[in-house]
């Protein structure tokens, strides 16, 4: 009985001192300044991975605004239940689901055609969508691209040169690259992108780290290639955000027992998680900003080296793996 009794006050201890460390902890996460943004009544804002986690809130916001969104993921059924969600808070929301597979060149082709076929121009892009697949798993896009390479990048640079003529015709435009801190620990050579040389099972590289990292590159180079057009170009961090992101991780349950405390106390909310991604689609303050980064709704300087030569070479890279040329 005592012991019981003893067990209980420790196990009220540590949840009381977890969520003293939580709230403390969260006063770190910036918010978007609302009062700072400009109107999208009525603006096209298409976002990719419109059906989960960072993206979901993000259609949820974008609707709040009275945006026309372009809802894109692969998983159509999911995409719909939450067409259903907003329009059961929006009522009068103006959402088009469809169906975007990143890791098909052909998918992201008839994408492509589709959303010329439906809307005349673009005024946000947000390429959102994203996977973790740890190597080991030797997932593959339809091409037999490492998948997180795959679907976060090359996915995302076909999708936005075949979409740049719409987002141009909205200009002042604004393409948003939501990328991540991992790419501090990218190791990406551009002799194995793929990582075909890597023993899958022993590999200290990260593919997602290479995968966000090519994130970075890719909106440098845009934003130069976009300059003197008014299509401004924003790359992000998010933070660490309680998402479906880690789907294929397939953690083991000792991994789990260490990550569930760690992740109560420093993971933040997917509404958390949005906010920098609002600011970049949104804020006034940014309007004229191009090629820059951005963590917690202010500049950030990645460790990777986002140089212009590292993103033409991507950029010419990408050109041949997306086929587009
Ligand atoms: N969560 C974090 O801690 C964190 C941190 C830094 C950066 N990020 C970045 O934030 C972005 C959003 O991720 P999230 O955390 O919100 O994860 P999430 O809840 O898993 O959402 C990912 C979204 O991407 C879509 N998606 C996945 N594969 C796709 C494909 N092949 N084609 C089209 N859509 C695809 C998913 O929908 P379907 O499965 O229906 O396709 C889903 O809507 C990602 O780019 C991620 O790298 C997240």
Excluded at 256 to 276: D, E, H, K, L, S
Aim: with cysteine; aromatic share 8%; hydrophobic share 40%.
């Amino acid at each position: 009985m005592v012991l019981l009794s003893t067990l209980g006050y420790v196990g009220a201890a540590v949840v009381g001192v977890g969520w003293v460390c939580r709230i403390m902890f969260s006063r770190n996460f910036e918010t978007h300044d609302a009062s700072d943004e400009e109107d999208v009544q009525g603006k096209v804002v298409l976002i990719t991975g419109a059906n989960s986690g960072l993206g979901k809130v993000t259609t949820f916001e974008m609707a709040k605004r009275g945006a026309k969104i372009i809802m894109a993921s692969r998983n159509l059924e999911l995409t719909n239940s939450v067409v259903a969600q907003v329009r059961k808070m929006y009522p009068s929301s103006e959402l088009t689901a469809m169906k975007l597979d990143l890791g098909s060149l052909e998918s992201v082709r008839e994408f492509a055609k589709e959303v010329q076929a439906k809307f005349d121009k673009i005024d946000i892009l947000i390429n959102n969508a994203g996977v973790y697949a740890p190597l080991k798993k030797q997932m593959k896009t339809v091409e037999g691209y490492e998948f997180n390479f795959g679907v976060n990048h090359v996915g995302h640079f076909l999708l936005t040169n075949l979409l740049l003529d719409l987002v141009k015709a909205a200009a002042p435009s604004r393409i948003v690259v939501v990328s991540s801190r991992r790419s501090d620990s990218a190791k990406l050579s551009f002799d194995d992108l793929m990582l075909e040389k890597e023993n899958p099972e022993t590999s200290k590289i990260d593919p997602y780290s290479n995968s966000k990292y090519a994130n970075l590159l890719f909106a440098k180079e845009l934003s130069n290639r976009l300059q003197g057009t008014n299509v401004n170009v924003y790359a992000l961090c998010p933070g660490w955000v309680k998402t479906d992101l880690a789907r294929y991780a397939d953690l083991t349950w000792k991994q789990y027992i260490i990550m569930v405390p760690v992740a109560f106390i420093f993971m933040r909310t997917p509404r958390q998680g949005a906010q920098t991604i609002l600011h970049c689609a949104l804020s006034r303050k940014v309007r004229q900003e191009t090629g820059q980064f951005y963590r917690d709704c202010t500049h950030w300087s990645p460790k990777s080296a986002v140089t212009d030569e590292a993103a033409q070479q991507m950029w010419t890279v990408s050109e041949s793996l997306a086929k587009l040329k």
